[in-house]
């Protein structure tokens, strides 16, 4: 029976190959009927562009350019800073490819450097059908690195068509003696080659590297120099993805956090180039065959999860290659992807205790991942909700709550400064989820929220604003599958305007004209992706707005509560950072939506007197968190600017 079961499973896979062979000849035909429709298109615009019309209408052109932006850009100004931005991109894209490299001074001091303990990095690559020229340049990348403490490791599963590709790396493999080749009997898959070529290397660290990609020139010294000075057992840097001939034609900049597990369970940002030290790989399994497609995400959660001290290093120095068939330029090229991610991810959480997790695709890209935790309702959240506003608002509050809330373990603390205001709420306290409490202590909104914490008989704090609105009904839920985690310390929902524009996504430690801290994406449409995904995903975050924050009442009380020194604004990030010098993870969450009417330090700029204990407070925070703000925010990049909310590049004056 089983023997007749095989066969069965046997015909129906030798039938869907069929299909999928015919599938693959037909599109390589179309293929070459598009690639030769688009040289000849080529062929017809360079005739074009070289007739004497085409000169003579330069200027109309120029002028129905400067009409479409105006159309869409509204204003001068707006059109004025997207050429400037055009233009500072191009600018970027030199300075951070060939311009990047070390020049002849540069080489002889890395090369020359005095290392403690010269570790060997063993790269490994996998190879299959690898075009010649991107072959040659993948292993040039290499050969001239500045940092001589290098084995190249290359297993071969190509097929005969391109025996070429042999042929290449025994030329260069006779003249360096660093360079190890072995042609494999068959191809195995990403996971079998990438494990073949494990079996090749000798070094005490291990770097994966694509067949099609190319290494700046001074990457593996940097890596040297921090796992000597860091002791970093796991290392990352940023990367660029180019197309054509030139890394210079770069077609998106990914400049990363540090460090962050949340993110890294959502999106595999960490990707390339990873180098990490031997025997972390000899306390796991090698490259799962199941997870092809996805075998860098599940090797990196499961390395990173070992790791002591995983070290980025904030500078672009691995280019990937976009390419008809690559993931880089096309998912649907590998579908098999996004279903081997989640899989990986699931592994991932079960070796954490945690089960049960829902993972679907967001709208960013379809393997970056929505998360949602299993949740225990038992849980009981006390939302503490102080007057700030109008009776009226926070009366809106209160009814948006408990008509939209679809969680109803709940109690909500509304906190009154004002003795005559308490009988305006007695419709509202017939509900017995809602108690008022009369505070009478001084005008601070700090002590406000502290006061109604301790009076809270939840295990879960939400601390809010009196003008939000609850967009998302599952907002509660969202937050505290989260909050429930004893790894988390602060949850931050996603805040919008009322014209559905971004208010808070997170806080940039060192961000904004005051240089303490600022909200990124500021200003954002709402249907914005964000910088590399980011508005789409749930991300760990150096602190979250408290107009809707959501954490733990005893971590609250562990950390002292808010500060009531820090009465007007600051609080919350003060609060936060707290948490994290506890050792606690912030998450910023995209799938807790709610309007904020206001802005969080309400009469900022027209009550002078605010103004002035603002900056007082700006003083305060700073003298206190001096070590964080010059170390630089974990969760940013010093790439981007701390002028804009934008994910701007911060370039070098000249």
Known sequence: MDNEKQMQELAFYKEEYAKLKKENVELETKLTFAERQRDEAEAKLAKIKGSFAWKLSKPLRALRVLYIHWSYYKTPKKIIERFKNKKLEKKAHEYLGLRSFPNEQERKEQEGYNFKEKHTISILVPLYNTPENFLKEMIDSVVYQTYGGWELCLADGSDDNHAYVGEICREYAKKDARIVYEKLERNEGISGNTNQCYKLATGDFIGLFDHDDILHPGVLFEYAKVIEEKGADYVYCDEATFTGDSINNMITLHFKPDYALDTLRANNYICHFSVFKRTLLQETELFRKEYDGSQDHDMILRLTSLAKNVVHVPRILYYWRAHAGSVASNIEAKLYCIDSAKRAIEDHLQHYDI???????????????????????????????????????????????????????????????????LECYTELTKDPAVRIIHYKGNDNLSAMYNYGAKEATGEFLLLLDDEIEFITTDFIQELLMYAQRSDVGAVGAKLLYPGDTICHSGIVIGLGPDKVAGYIHHKYENEHIGYMGRLCYAQNTSAVSGAALMVKKADFEKCGGYDEQLSVSLKDVDLCLRLRQLGYLNVFTPFAEAYHAGLLDKGLESNEMIRQKYLEECQIFRERWQGVLEKGDPYYNPNFTLEKSDYSLNMPKK
Do not use: G
């Open 355 to 421: 089960h049960n997790t829902q993972i679907t695709s967001t709208r960013a890209f379809e393997t970056i991942f929505r998360l949602q935790y299993e949740l225990n309702t038992d849980s009981k959240v006390s939302i503490i909700l102080p007057r700030t506003s109008s009776v009226e608002k926070i009366c809106k509050c209160v009814e948006n709550i408990r008509k939209k809330s679809s969680f109803d373990n709940y109690e909500l603390i509304m906190i009154e400064k004002e003795e005559k205001n």
